[in-house]
């Protein structure tokens, strides 16, 4: 079985996934990237060496071998590339495909009113809803989006990205988190205003007045960094915070191991967040807006994190504020959240998943995972994730 993955470009999200792909089929595996990395993402380290990579060709370096693979490959697995062009193409031959996608409408469901933007999803998705194409939702809102242009019906499966994964030793495990009676808080990505780490600010002031320990170890950069030290300074908490730039990815898994709590604010437009995979994989409790898309699949509220409603500070502060004085609670959603990560939400069982389903798609009708990647992905509205995520919340939590 021969797979080619096409994208945009490779970075250390993918990489992971695409290693276990390959370990697997050899040179049966290849991923064209269309295009080379922003700059901005080079600047934040995301940058991988693609030529050392054996399995990556550049579309924009050899089109006609790339252009082949896609065509004569037994699986397509399709992100978002720039190219659909090409991927139509294949379509239009009848050869099986699997999307990778996050949301169509991340901006509001109201745009699918859009007439000009109904006729291109029907282009590129709906008129292929009877083929041999499926959808990998690359969060938990996308089969909504999808659902609404009547695509995909019942082939779409839960899907993400899978950036590496550690596993320590029970000896490791139990030295992992810093025992110096300071709450170690972090907090990672670009300081934006979708990712409001103007947030952590306020939590910071929440936490002094309560009297608690802490450290909040702010790890990025961007264009709100001077407002936010600012703002700090005025509230008095600037010595609770620590202020690090942009790091290679390396250094903030560095930073997530010391720490106890990870809190990740971003908005609905954080199409997944894969710093909420690698907090849960170094036993971090994330404490997260329900509207990020990887939140309503990777936590289980209470049992391995906390969800918090989109905008509600005092809602994540309360949170944050039950975590830090009840120990073995924390602790126990810690070890919770790692577990999630290692035997399930991982790249191994993803690509093992996925070559299983593309295996079956080629014999006949795939069969969906029991659970994690590749698990039938259902249909929620945005409006009423946070309940059904909340509905089983324990008394002691609510309290």
């Known amino acids: 079985m021969t797979i080619t993955f096409i994208s945009n470009y490779i970075n250390h999200h993918q990489i992971p996934f695409c290693n276990a792909c390959y370990e697997k089929l050899s040179d049966d595996f290849c991923f064209i990237q269309t295009q080379p990395m922003e700059q901005e993402r080079i600047d934040m380290?995301?940058?991988?060496?693609?030529?050392?990579?054996?399995?990556?060709?550049?579309?924009?370096?050899?089109?006609?071998?790339?252009?082949?693979?896609?065509?004569?490959?037994?699986?397509?697995?399709?992100?978002?590339?720039?190219?659909?062009?090409?991927?139509?193409?294949?379509?239009?031959?009848?050869?099986?495909?699997?999307?990778?996608?996050?949301?169509?409408?991340?901006?509001?469901q109201w745009k699918a009113i859009s007439p000009k933007g109904l006729l291109q999803k029907y282009k590129e998705?709906?008129?292929?809803?009877?083929?041999?194409?499926?959808?990998?939702?690359?969060?938990?809102?996308?089969?909504?989006?999808?659902?609404?242009?009547?695509?995909?019906?019942?082939?779409?499966?839960?899907?993400?990205?899978?950036?590496?994964?550690?596993?320590?030793?029970?000896?490791?495990?139990?030295?992992?988190?810093?025992?110096?009676?300071?709450?170690?808080?972090v907090w990672a990505g670009r300081f934006i205003p979708l990712k409001h780490p103007e947030m952590m600010i306020g939590l910071a002031k929440v936490l002094k007045e309560q009297n608690i320990d802490f450290r909040i170890h702010m790890a990025g950069s961007g264009e709100m960094e001077e407002e936010l030290k600012k703002s700090a300074k005025e509230e008095g908490v600037l010595e609770n915070l620590i202020f690090y730039g942009f790091l290679p990815p390396e250094k903030v898994r560095r930073i997530m191991e010391n720490s106890h709590i990870h809190v990740f604010t971003s908005n609905h437009l954080e199409g997944w967040g894969a710093v909420v995979n690698e907090s849960m994989n170094s036993g971090c409790v994330v404490v997260a807006n329900v509207e990020a898309g990887a939140v309503p699949y990777l936590i289980s509220h209470g049992e391995n994190g906390m969800v918090y409603q989109e905008g509600n500070f005092d809602e994540m502060a309360k949170e944050v504020l039950y975590l830090a004085t009840h120990k073995k609670e924390r602790e126990s959603m810690g070890r919770a959240a790692y577990e999630t990560i290692t035997k399930l939400w991982n790249a191994e069982h993803a690509a093992a998943e996925l070559l299983r389903f593309a295996e079956e798609i080629l014999r006949g009708e795939p069969t969906p995972a029991r659970e994690g990647p590749l698990s039938k992905a259902p249909v929620i509205a945005p409006k009423k994730m946070y309940?059904?995520?909340?509905?089983?919340?324990?008394?002691?939590l609510r309290g």
């Open 387 to 396: 309940r059904l995520m909340t509905e089983k919340q324990s008394e002691s």
């Open 45 to 108: 380290g995301w940058h991988p060496d693609a030529a050392a990579l054996p399995y990556v060709l550049c579309l924009y370096e050899e089109e006609e071998a790339c252009r082949k693979l896609i065509m004569d490959s037994d699986i397509l697995i399709a992100g978002w590339s720039g190219r659909e062009d090409l991927i139509l193409e294949r379509l239009e031959k009848g050869k099986p495909v699997i999307r990778i996608s996050e949301r169509l409408y991340r901006e509001g």
């Open 125 to 185: 998705h709906t008129r292929y809803r009877k083929e041999k194409v499926y959808l990998l939702c690359a969060g938990a809102y996308v089969p909504s989006d999808f659902h609404i242009i009547r695509a995909y019906p019942g082939k779409m499966y839960r899907f993400g990205y899978f950036p590496e994964t550690v596993h320590y030793s029970e000896d490791q495990w139990e030295k992992l988190k810093p025992s110096d009676g300071v709450l170690h808080i």
